[in-house]
């Protein structure tokens, strides 16, 4: 049994653990952070909150084991109960893959993220376009453009923010589409059990082209060590049909997302994240140069 509670979080606040690539296959010798964040503890729960996940289970919780994984600062608690036992979500089981990402794994996944697309596309399910639900977040470079003196830009960034900015503003039109997205799949986000790849946490999904959801993939492959971006993109049918125009419009966006958010203060509640959105701005912006 897990236990998690919801709270007021960033609207699409996430990132994977960083391990540079210095060329392509070749991973460098820096360790990979967990892609874990602050948990609140079960005993930090209000009173009130605790009493009714016992009432929930039928019996006073004697103990509580934190579960790691995930930005979220809410609860994820495994109880013991006594003598009472109380399905709140399912406790999959299975693991994370290994990283660094292993061939064998990552072909498992990639399968499994191009049926994902194939089966939810067309799909009855309410969910916003992602323009509707990224809006917002996807105008990094438009924002840094008014700021082209701060030092904390990168050098690459700086000389090229205006055609950066002009490019962002276009991934709407290149990103619209009818599949039911995840758009937020990375490897914590990924179980592998015995009946095949389980694709976890879905607090984002959204409507759009079915290669988004491949392109957001990519960046955090390659920090943990995996082949980089466009060498993703080629082992997977969805990558290789993909419009070249259309993928350097939304590598442009989140880029320019990931860049812009990791110059800001951390949120309440998510001290770790902005170490990992600067390391998927790195591999963002090195795979966006490339196409430029």
């Known amino acids: 049994m897990i236990v998690r509670t919801l709270e007021n979080l960033p609207s699409y606040e996430h990132d994977i653990g960083y391990q540079p690539v210095t060329q392509p296959g070749q991973t460098a010798c820096v360790s990979t952070p967990p892609a874990e ?19 929930i289970c039928g019996s006073c919780v004697i103990e509580a084991q934190t579960q790691p994984g995930g930005f979220s600062p809410g609860v994820a608690a495994r109880p013991s109960t006594g003598l009472w036992f109380a399905l709140v979500i399912d406790d999959l089981s299975g693991r994370q893959p290994d990283i660094p990402w292993q061939n064998g794994q990552l072909d498992l996944v990639l399968a499994a993220v191009g049926k994902l697309a194939e089966t939810l596309t067309g799909v009855s399910v309410e969910a916003p376009a992602i323009s509707e639900y990224l809006g917002d977040d996807f105008t990094g470079w438009r924002k840094l453009s008014g700021k082209p003196s701060d030092d904390r830009i990168d050098p690459w960034s700086r000389v090229h923010l205006a055609e950066l900015a002009a490019l962002e503003a276009t991934w709407a039109a290149h990103a619209g589409g009818d599949t039911l997205l995840h758009a937020d799949i990375r490897a914590d986000n990924l179980l592998l059990t015995d009946s095949g790849v389980m694709v976890v946490d879905w607090p984002h999904a959204c409507r759009g082209a079915a290669f988004t959801d491949l392109v ?11 082949p ?8 997977s049918p969805a990558g290789q049909d993909a419009d070249p125009d259309a993928v350097r419009a939304v590598v442009c966006a989140l880029a320019g997302y990931f860049t812009e958010r990791s110059l800001a203060p951390p949120p309440p509640g998510l001290p770790t994240v902005r170490r990992f959105q600067a390391a998927q701005a790195e591999v963002a912006r090195r795979w966006l140069a490339g196409m430029l």
């Open 37 to 55: 964040g602050a948990r609140v503890a079960w005993l930090d729960v209000p009173q009130p909150v605790r009493a009714a996940i016992e009432r």
């Open 216 to 226: 957001f993939f990519t960046p955090s492959v390659a920090m943990q060590g995996g």
């Open 228 to 235: 980089e971006p466009a060498a993703l993109l080629a082992r």
